[in-house]
């Protein structure tokens, strides 16, 4: 009994997508207005949280194809604050399924931000903006009257290389044309296209292998890898990184090439020149194609090169489905002697590094511009229209540092000070 699993007809196993995060809800300022209260207090409530964006493993899945048609996601932003201290609605996250075995990256920075490969497994990639407070939270025993409160932190916007490695027990490899799409066809159900002529895998299959009515194996069958493969030769270096998430190894060796013992040694240079673990990865060693005279009479000759290298070599064929049981089992048994791989907590949380230089000042004539992703950030939750808003931001400013900088940069009264889209003139008391 055979099972199909896989099924690579639109198979895309890389994408580019931009994800943004849901503003925070603005917080307001607004005071009671009741009847016989003549001075009613604050109550002017917080804005809601903006939606967060979320990666989650879906076992239903297996490439990247949907990616191809949609490439921007952005999460619900967090609602206004209300009056009578009602705080605004949060934004809805966004969860975006993706298959079993996806990598994601930042594109901006290379940084690795997941590595999704359990089932349900979730990642929050882009936090939502943090809703900002209104003029309740302002209030105190000198200030009973706050005209201040906060808009919504913004969202965050991002650039992600999604990048999808097969999950496979096992994975064929060998030179185009070894017969690897023909072995993985006899052991399975699955149905890679198969002709006599190089590269006719151009896509990665997968299929499973019952052994028994208890057992079974996940297989994948690579692309043909060539001399030259790790640098992008051939189809190299965009299906070597599929071998990389599989535990062992067959490798497939064409009985009627000119010399396997050469395309063994080739293939294990290319697969450690890519990622020096692939060639510590346990192999079942099969030469292929037994069924064909000319290969039978040559098959001392084989056993004796091999030997003399000390690699184990075992004899199949493909087309007549001989000994591929017994490489199967043999696999299954390498597969067993593998160590686990430490599973990695439910729910990771990605928390980018913080940045060592807070904010950058340029200078063009009597104009002051200041960069920086905390700087700007507290301008955008600014109320400008509010005096004392604004006064907040200066204190923001000089407990940043930034004040202080720009006077050792010679900023005289009366110069303009830019911020992203907001503009002010400098004053050296803000009070």
Same mark, same amino acid.
């Given at each position: 009994?055979?099972?199909v699993l896989y099924n690579t007809a639109m198979f895309v196993d890389e994408a580019e997508i931009i994800v943004e995060s849901g503003k925070g809800g603005?917080?307001?300022?607004?005071?009671?207005?009741?009847?016989?209260?003549?001075?009613?207090?604050?109550?002017?409530?917080?804005?809601?949280?903006?939606?967060?964006?979320?990666?989650?493993?879906?076992? $239903?899945? @297996? %490439?990247?194809?949907?990616?191809?048609?949609?490439?921007?996601? +952005?999460?619900?932003?967090? !609602?206004?604050? &209300?009056?009578?201290?009602?705080?605004?609605?949060?934004?809805?996250?966004?969860?975006?399924?993706?298959?079993?075995?996806?990598?994601?990256?930042?594109?901006?920075?290379?940084?690795?931000?997941?590595?999704?490969?359990?089932?349900?497994?979730?990642?929050?990639?882009?936090?939502?903006?943090?809703?900002? $407070?209104? @003029? %309740?939270?302002?209030?105190?025993?000198?200030?009973?009257?706050? +005209?201040?409160?906060?808009? !919504?932190?913004? &969202?965050?916007?991002?650039?992600?290389?999604?990048?999808?490695?097969?999950?496979?027990?096992?994975?064929?490899?060998?030179?185009?044309?070894?017969?690897?799409?023909?072995?993985?066809?006899?052991?399975?159900?699955?149905?890679?296209?198969?002709?006599?002529?190089?590269?006719?895998?151009?896509?990665?299959?997968?299929?499973?292998?019952?052994?028994?009515?208890?057992?079974?194996?996940?297989?994948?069958?690579?692309?043909?890898?060539?001399? &030259?493969?790790?640098?992008?030769?051939?189809?190299?270096?965009?299906?070597?990184?599929?071998?990389?998430?599989?535990?062992?190894?067959?490798?497939?060796?064409?009985?009627?090439?000119?010399?396997?013992?050469?395309?063994?040694?080739?293939?294990?240079?290319?697969?450690?020149?890519?990622?020096?673990?692939?060639?510590?990865?346990?192999?079942?060693?099969?030469?292929?194609?037994?069924?064909?005279?000319?290969?039978?009479?040559?098959?001392?000759?084989?056993?004796?090169?091999?030997?003399?290298?000390?690699?184990?070599?075992?004899?199949?064929?493909?087309?007549?489905r001989t000994g591929l049981k017994e490489a199967l089992w043999k696999a299954y048994h390498l597969l067993q002697e593998v160590p686990e791989i430490i599973?990695?907590?439910?729910?990771?949380?990605?928390?980018?590094?913080?940045?060592?230089?807070?904010?950058?000042?340029?200078?063009?004539?009597?104009?002051?511009?200041?960069?920086?992703?905390?700087?700007?950030?507290?301008?955008?939750?600014?109320?400008?229209?509010?005096?004392?808003?604004?006064?907040?931001?200066?204190?923001?400013?000089?407990?940043?540092?930034?004040s202080d900088a720009l006077m050792k940069a010679g900023i005289q009264e009366g110069d303009t000070v830019l911020i992203r889209d907001h503009e002010f003139?400098?004053?050296?008391?803000?009070?």
């Amino acid at each position: 009994m055979f099972i199909v699993l896989y099924n690579t007809a639109m198979f895309v196993d890389e994408a580019e997508i931009i994800v943004e995060s849901g503003k925070g809800g603005d917080g307001i300022v607004h005071f009671r207005r009741e009847k016989y209260i003549n001075r009613g207090g604050p109550d002017g409530g917080d804005g809601g949280h903006g939606g967060d964006i979320i990666f989650q493993v879906n076992r $239903h899945l @297996n %490439t990247l194809e949907n990616f191809r048609h949609q490439r921007v996601f +952005r999460a619900e932003h967090g !609602g206004r604050g &209300g009056v009578k201290n009602q705080t605004g609605k949060s934004g809805k996250d966004l969860v975006i399924d993706v298959p079993s075995g996806t990598v994601i990256t930042n594109v901006s920075t290379g940084d690795l931000m997941a590595d999704l490969v359990e089932e349900g497994q979730k990642i929050m990639v882009c936090p939502g903006g943090r809703g900002g $407070h209104g @003029n %309740t939270k302002f209030a105190n025993s000198r200030k009973q009257a706050p +005209r201040l409160a906060e808009k !919504g932190e913004p &969202g965050k916007e991002m650039a992600l290389a999604l990048e999808l490695k097969l999950i496979a027990d096992v994975g064929i490899i060998g030179m185009p044309n070894a017969g690897k799409s023909s072995f993985l066809a006899a052991v399975t159900n699955a149905k890679p296209k198969i002709a006599n002529y190089p590269f006719t895998t151009l896509i990665p299959n997968l299929g499973v292998a019952r052994l028994d009515l208890e057992v079974d194996m996940v297989l994948a069958d690579i692309p043909g890898l060539i001399e &030259g493969a790790h640098t992008g030769l051939g189809l190299g270096d965009t299906f070597l990184r599929h071998i990389q998430r599989t535990k062992v190894l067959i490798h497939v060796l064409d009985g009627l090439s000119t010399d396997p013992l050469a395309d063994y040694s080739q293939i294990n240079t290319e697969l450690s020149l890519f990622d020096p673990e692939l060639g510590n990865k346990p192999q079942v060693v099969l030469l292929n194609k037994m069924d064909v005279q000319e290969v039978k009479e040559r098959k001392k000759t084989f056993q004796k090169s091999f030997h003399q290298k000390g690699i184990e070599i075992d004899f199949v064929s493909a087309f007549s489905r001989t000994g591929l049981k017994e490489a199967l089992w043999k696999a299954y048994h390498l597969l067993q002697e593998v160590p686990e791989i430490i599973e990695v907590e439910d729910i990771p949380v990605y928390r980018p590094t913080s940045n060592q230089t807070p904010f950058e000042i340029i200078k063009k004539d009597t104009e002051w511009l200041i960069q920086g992703e905390a700087i700007e950030r507290a301008a955008e939750m600014t109320y400008w229209d509010y005096f004392e808003s604004v006064r907040r931001f200066h204190r923001i400013m000089n407990s940043m540092g930034v004040s202080d900088a720009l006077m050792k940069a010679g900023i005289q009264e009366g110069d303009t000070v830019l911020i992203r889209d907001h503009e002010f003139v400098w004053t050296n008391s803000w009070e």
